[in-house]
């Protein structure tokens, strides 16, 4: 094996130096890879070895000197090395006593989640991964689950992947949660199994199961924010992800994936939208209110006034999404002058980006809904925490008769994305100066993953 040192950024800007075990045979040995797990040992054995009988200053051949580094020898600090490791490095690899839920022999993990999974994917390592969605629903923001890529990534490679929901909480869901749900297993090709007695270690969650050569093993976390399914999934900023044996889990029924897409409701109608409404931004609305006017035709072409439109998205955070409502919004039948508008939407939460693309969130609330009032003139905004807004996207349309039509997207505005990705946009201008681009703009929008996923839309009269 080889061996180099050199100095390097951590996350933070800090400098710290950096020892890099490298395999010496092309293509790698496998030798760098294995001694990962065990690296807590072999520190330990460094420093036995370290701690020399004869009590030399740079090495000897009682401890670390070798016949191929004698030449390299004034360049040793047996002393400090052996400082450093029992001193800096060997007391901060012990697990506190709090963190070993799994015995003694838990292992720490300091990478998030979807990141340590990944690499133990594309090694072709696990046989099996399950997803343990926690106990709460109202925990599960599928929409934006940080862990979906490497899941999906595990499926291509023949990884089977499942999705263990606990017993009984289908009927605990909404409509579009039952959706996410759906939308989530056919990206990662999971099955969706119900579990019965999930026992977590004390304090800690277990987030997910991973089945290899060696057996089970459980991944869990004392983080309740790295517990919620959402782009916090499995962070380690907070608290290691802690690894042990894996305790088998009692299954119950596979859940059917039709009985997730099942609308209540007797006079619900249900589609999806494929490619529909690919093309100019600026025809947007047109064609959408056109689609669902064909997918039901009693709902829009009464003779009844208006009197209010809600919109709930706990999103509607780039530009791109806030252009394709004011579309929609404008062409909207039945919509008059003096109809009111309220739109419920969730707070940013503190992109550290600009938003220099259509697609970027906007950092800044303020910005963001000034622009949305200059686009819409008269819009009533309720700006709530992400948790407090419905998990639904959804317009309400009420009438003057005292009758409301109610249309879910499923995704919201979310699923179209730009034909063309480099176009700039600038989010540090004035509101209004923003809001005059993004209406003038000529994009050109298309359905996400060449409309491989309809999107679904559900109106309810
Ligand atoms: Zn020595």
């Known amino acids: 094996m080889g061996l180099s040192v050199a100095p390097s950024l951590r996350d933070d800007g800090g400098k710290r130096m950096s020892i890099f075990l490298h395999d010496k045979k092309t293509g790698g040995a496998g030798l ?49 090395a052996l400082d450093l490791l029992t001193k800096d490095i060997l007391p901060h690899l012990a697990l506190p006593e709090n963190l070993q839920i799994f015995g ?65 909480s289908v009927a605990k869901l909404d409509i579009s949660q039952r959706l996410d749900l759906l939308r989530v297993s056919a990206r990662a090709e999971a099955t969706i199994v119900e579990y019965r007695d999930m026992r977590h270690p004390a304090g800690a969650q277990v987030l ?29 900023a907070a608290s290691p992800i802690l690894f042990g044996q894996g305790k088998s889990i009692k299954e119950g029924p596979a859940v059917d994936p039709a009985a997730l897409a099942l609308v209540r409701g007797g006079n619900a109608v249900k589609f999806g939208i494929g490619k529909e409404l690919d093309g100019p931004a600026a025809r947007f609305g047109q064609k959408f209110w056109k689609l669902l006017d064909e997918q039901c035709p009693s709902a829009f072409r009464q003779d009844r006034s208006m009197i209010h439109i ?25 919509r ?22 259509f697609t970027h969130n906007w950092p800044d609330d303020e910005d963001r809904c000034g622009v949305i009032e200059a686009l819409m003139p008269g819009i009533d905004i309720d700006l709530r925490n992400r948790r407090d807004c419905p998990h639904q996207r959804f317009f309400r349309l009420e009438y003057s008769n005292g009758k409301a039509t109610e249309i879910t997207l499923d995704q919201g505005f979310g699923p179209w994305v730009l034909a ?31 409309a491989r996923y309809d999107s679904p839309v559900i109106i309810e009269l």
């Open 336 to 357: 008059q002058v003096n109809t009111q508008f309220s739109l419920v939407i969730g707070r940013t939460e503190g992109d550290p980006r600009d938003c220099t693309s």
């Open 104 to 168: 003694p022999k838990t292992r720490a993990i300091t990478e998030d989640l979807s990141t340590y999974l990944a690499r133990q994917i594309n090694a072709g390592k696990l046989r099996r991964i399950d997803v343990i969605l926690p106990d709460d629903p109202a925990t599960w923001d599928l929409q934006d689950w940080s862990g979906l890529t490497c899941f999906t990534r595990a499926a291509g490679l023949g990884c089977q992947t499942r999705i263990l929901i606990p017993e009984g």
């Open 420 to 450: 063309l990705r480099s176009l700039r946009f600038d989010g540090q201008a004035l509101p209004n100066r923003q809001a005059a681009m993004l209406k003038s703009a000529q994009l050109n929008i298309t359905m996400q993953h060449g």
């Open 208 to 236: 997910a199961q991973i089945e290899t050569v060696e057996g089970l093993s459980d991944l869990a976390t004392t983080n309740s924010d790295a517990a919620c399914l959402d782009r916090h999934w499995g962070e380690v």
């Open 32 to 80: 760098a890879v294995s001694a990962e797990p065990i690296l807590p040992r072999l520190l330990e054995r460094a420093a036995q070895i370290l701690d020399c009988r004869s009590d030399c200053t740079s090495g000897c051949p009682e401890c670390t000197l070798r016949r191929d580094m004698q030449f390299e020898l004034p360049k040793f600090d047996r002393i400090g």
């Open 310 to 334: 809600t919109y709930h998205d706990r999103y509607l955070v780039t530009p791109l999404s806030v252009r394709l409502l004011s579309e929609v919004w404008q062409q909207m039948p039945g």
